[in-house]
């Protein structure tokens, strides 16, 4: 069964700085993809980065970086030089190459202070 | 980037009523589709996962009398609350998967914006 977990229900941070947000997973599967979800007070889902377990480099999308530690089995989101409008929930998810569904960790809250 | 349409954003409901969801993918072919709830500041509890022209795979402790799920296009998925009570009351969210076109789950879901579900 796969699991993931979000230990920082929220966190706070002051504008222009960079921020971690945690993730860790548990799978026996050797094949699976890693998802960062942004969720702002609208409720829409907006995809900001995916990491294959197979991938040799650790994805980036523009300001957003993930920190992929496979051994560890985590997948760490890195945003830099936070923005005000960066405040939300974020939520990660994986999902295992032989499932079809993504599961979701319990959501970090970021809060960006001007 | 691809859209997926939900609709209703909103919608309040007498109990006992059904209400039904709807979610299209406007510039893809869903081969699978998702229906998801949320709480308030919970995370996203999948419920069901809906492959076309096919039945639904409920998750366990979804009763599928309740959520009717129908996937009955490659762009079209609707979730069915039927005879709504309060406890339904929730935001429920739906994905859709493009798919590779060789049988496998794409590497991005694309959400719809979901629908506010307020029973009275």
């Known amino acids: 069964a796969q699991k993931i977990t979000q230990t920082q229900p929220g966190m706070f941070v002051q504008e222009k700085e960079a921020v971690t947000l945690d993730c860790t997973y548990d799978?026996?599967?050797?094949?699976?993809?890693l998802f960062w979800y942004k969720q702002p007070s609208s409720g829409e889902m907006i995809f900001l980065i995916y990491?294959?377990?197979?991938?040799?480099q650790n994805a980036t999308e523009g300001r957003y970086s993930l920190n992929f530690q496979k051994a560890r089995k985590s997948a760490n989101l890195v945003i830099s030089a936070s923005q005000l409008g960066d405040s939300a929930m974020y939520f990660c998810?994986?999902?295992?190459?032989?499932?079809?569904?993504?599961?979701f960790g319990q959501g970090t809250r970021l809060t960006i202070n001007p | 980037g691809a859209v997926v349409s939900q609709h209703p954003s909103r919608v309040i409901c007498k109990s006992g009523t059904s209400v039904k969801i709807e979610c299209r993918s406007l510039?893809?072919?869903?081969?699978?589709m998702f229906w998801y709830r949320q709480f308030p500041k919970k995370s996203l509890m999948l419920m069901a996962t809906?492959?076309?022209?096919?039945?639904?795979?409920?998750e366990q402790g979804v009763e599928k009398d309740k959520f009717l799920i129908n996937h009955a296009s490659l762009t079209l998925s609707t979730l069915t609350v039927t005879s709504a009570h309060p406890e339904d009351s929730s935001f429920y969210i739906c994905?859709?998967?493009?798919?590779?076109?060789?049988?496998?789950?794409?590497?991005?879901?694309?959400f719809g914006s979901g629908t506010q579900l307020s029973v009275l």
């Open positions: 799978t026996s599967d050797q094949s699976y993809g």
């Open positions: 990491q294959g377990s197979y991938d040799e």
């Open positions: 809906s492959n076309e022209g096919s039945k639904a795979t409920y």
């Open positions: 998810a994986m999902r295992e190459e032989g499932a079809q569904k993504l599961v």
């Open positions: 994905s859709a998967d493009p798919g590779t076109g060789r049988g496998k789950g794409s590497k991005k879901l694309f």
């Open positions: 510039d893809f072919q869903a081969t699978t």
